[in-house]
């Protein structure tokens, strides 16, 4: 079974201790609630440190639960009642329905309630308000301890006691401490109470907790204007930085404001750009005002470079110390290895040095307003992208609809790096060369506007042009997710219609692999609709037979599995069995693996049957690729609050890339000899086009 924490649980290193027990520098002792399986040791642990004896419970399905008497006295421990797929109400891993459940009952996630960010003053910060410490020793460590209390009698929980139970129960602990530290919790675990507090810490993720860097004393006297600002404000006042021209070095934490220009962040002999990203089109409110930094270099008609998104409420520590960060920004020797931390607070930047041999420096960049090098960067792009398709951005005729798929598919049937199959078709398999810069975009589900930010981008349309970058599409790109949308299909045809035109325009640059919503299958569906089946009347019924059975021919031509020396790529996942080459090459005639490809999804808790990562190198090795090559999918979200999961599943460079979040689009890009994930804000650039036609 895969271990969802396993390597990505680093040690807290600045620890106090409080009663005995060593906790991070950053907490205090009245945030703290303790969680764990059964048997973990949370209530040794409360009376330890001198909490509240009782245990508490917590629904996490219920609204408001961050509101719950059970959590009024703290320290504490609490049992959390969680939902399970097919079960009406929340249940505890110990009560009866959930431990004579012949198989593991799946987490229903959705059902999760999750506080919402302060974004007003008198607002309470929910989710800053606790600390959760997830107590999770070994299986085997809470089995041995759960047998010798057994004798006792005392405790229930241990009726019927095995091994298995034990595992499950730890397993489902893992999962929930993943789930409400990526929801923006605050979370981290302990194995035992002999061993320090660990931080989960994702690699590849940039964000990192506020109060795992806050060194500071909590309350400064009241006797001092700061300590009056700290009563009134709730936190420390931070001085005001006025940008100028010189560089200026920072020896404490220092604020910039949001004032749509931007400056540079000088770390030792590394230069980096900080712009306050604005989207075209959005209102403007505290939860947009997102920054982007980038090295000096930026993009160009000849090459794409990755850049780092800070939203609002993420802080970031930049550093040598972070693989990602130093082969994106081409750190310096000297960056210290956590040189700087940056905090987003509603679209100002605080910047806090945390070394002091090496200098923080921060100056203007230019005086120049932001919007206005906005403008220009893309109004060009988005004009490109209307002339592409040649007319205001709406569903085709059913002409203009046909003629446009017939010619995709003569396409198709002549792409180059297609090797034939037996019957001298275009087979299963893409392969492109290694100098390629891939631009990998996840499942659109329909989200339009998605595909016309990631169009109008860090320069992609020049690159395409001049054959420097290849836009890859892992499937799925029809169907929308959204609850009130998944029966209406206008924008499944409005994204089809424009990857065909983009496949027209560029042909050696653009390529669609099939994923499981290309088709018609009945099986396709989604909260109940059947998707594939209305998928099919709806073209029919507004652009007739004959354009459904070329969609049909487009998508039995498809390729599954895209190829180079640098990456590998499909839409779901790799087959369970050996494969080779010629078997994706001749994927028509071995229906299974192509179900496979589409379908298939990571082996979890609740999903024993899934993929492994001696799936993941089993594929590799049938393709001759070195085991450290990239393998990018999409179809498995795995959690509703990102769009990218490096190395998911502890599998080293497996990556899962989604592009349907209403939020904006994610796409991974390849930079050199690096994958750098890149995330878009939500901009309506339907109308934006439309209104420049």
């Not at 600045?14 to 027990?21: A, F, H, M, P």
């Not at 054959?467 to 998944?486: F, P, Q, R, W, Y």
Request: aromatic fraction near 8%; include cysteine.
């Amino acid at each position: 079974m895969t271990d969802p924490l396993k390597k990505i649980l680093e040690p807290i290193k600045e620890l106090q201790n409080i009663r005995g027990i060593d906790l991070p520098i950053g907490l205090e002792f009245l945030q703290l609630v303790v969680t764990g399986p059964p048997g973990a040791g949370k209530s040794y642990y409360i009376e330890q440190i001198g909490g509240w004896p009782n245990e508490g419970y917590l629904d996490l399905t219920q609204r408001n639960w961050w509101k719950n008497q059970s959590l009024v006295f703290r320290p504490r421990e609490v049992h959390l009642g969680l939902p399970f797929v097919g079960i009406e109400e929340a249940l505890t891993v110990f009560d009866k329905e959930w431990l004579q459940s012949p198989i593991p009952p799946e987490i229903d996630y959705p059902r999760i309630k999750i506080p919402q960010a302060k974004n007003y003053f008198f607002q309470t910060d929910w989710r800053n308000r606790y600390i959760f410490e997830f107590l999770i020793p070994s299986p085997s460590t809470i089995y041995e301890q759960r047998l010798a209390r057994q004798s006792e009698g005392y405790f229930p929980v241990d009726d019927n006691l095995n091994f298995e139970m034990v595992r499950q129960q730890v397993a489902v602990y893992k999962e929930v401490a993943l789930y409400l530290h990526r929801a923006g919790l605050n979370v981290y675990v302990r194995k035992s109470l002999d061993k320090p507090p660990m931080i989960i810490a994702e690699r590849g993720v940039a964000s990192v907790p506020r109060w795992t860097l806050d060194k500071n004393p909590r309350r400064p006297s009241l006797r001092t204007l700061a300590g009056w600002k700290w009563l009134v404000l709730s936190h420390y006042p931070i001085r005001w930085i006025t940008l100028g021209s010189e560089p200026q070095t920072l020896e404490s934490a220092g604020r910039i404001a949001h004032d749509g220009k931007s400056f540079e962040l000088l770390l030792g002999d590394t230069r980096l750009r900080f712009q306050p990203e604005i989207p075209i089109g959005s209102k403007k409110d505290s939860g947009r005002k997102n920054w982007i930094i980038n090295t000096h270099q930026g993009c160009s008609h000849r090459t794409i470079n990755g850049f780092l998104r800070i939203r609002v409420g993420e802080t970031i520590v930049i550093g040598r110390n972070h693989k990602e960060f130093c082969q994106l920004f081409q750190l310096a020797e000297n960056v210290a290895e956590k040189h700087v931390s940056v905090t987003n607070r509603k679209g100002d930047l605080i910047l806090t040095p945390l070394v002091s041999l090496q200098p923080t420096q921060v100056q203007r960049l230019d005086d120049l307003d932001y919007r206005e090098q906005l403008a220009r960067g893309r109004h060009k792009a988005l004009l490109e992208i209307g002339r592409i398709y040649g007319q205001t951005l709406h569903p085709l005729s059913p002409d203009k609809a046909l003629a446009t798929l017939k010619a995709v598919n003569a396409l198709l049937n002549e792409e180059p790096w297609r090797p034939k199959n037996i019957q001298g078709k275009p087979g299963g398999l893409l392969e492109i060369p290694a100098d390629v810069t891939p631009v990998i975009v996840g499942d659109l589900h329909a989200q339009v506007n998605n595909l016309l930010k990631i169009l109008s981008e860090n320069c992609l349309l020049d690159c395409m042009r001049l054959k420097n970058a290849t836009l890859i599409i892992l499937g799925d790109a029809v169907h929308s997710e959204m609850i009130h949308e998944t029966a209406k299909f206008d924008s499944s045809m409005l994204i089809m219609d424009l990857i065909f035109h983009l496949k027209l325009v560029f042909p050696g640059n653009v390529f669609y692999i099939r994923g499981n919503h290309d088709s018609f299958d009945p099986e396709i569906s989604k909260n109940g609709v059947l998707q594939g089946v209305l998928w099919r009347e709806a073209l029919l019924n507004q652009r007739g037979e004959a354009y459904v059975k070329e969609l049909q021919t487009f998508y039995d031509t498809l390729p599954y599995v895209i190829r180079s020396d640098s990456f590998l790529a499909c839409h779901a996942g790799p087959p369970r069995a050996k494969i080779s080459r010629e078997d994706l090459i001749n994927i028509a005639g071995n229906p299974n693996l192509a179900i496979e490809l589409v379908t298939t999804r990571m082996q979890r808790p609740n999903h024993l049957a899934g993929y492994t990562k001696g799936d993941v190198k089993r594929l590799r090795k049938g393709l001759d690729l070195p085991q450290k090559t990239r393998f990018i999918v999409g179809h498995t979200p795995m959690d509703p609050f990102g769009s990218f999961w490096l190395h998911a599943g502890s599998i080293k460079n497996h990556h899962i890339i989604y592009s349907a979040h209403t939020e904006g689009p994610s796409i991974i890009i390849r930079t050199g000899d690096t994958f750098n994930p890149i995330s878009f804000p939500a901009e309506p650039l339907i109308g934006t086009i439309n209104d420049l036609m």
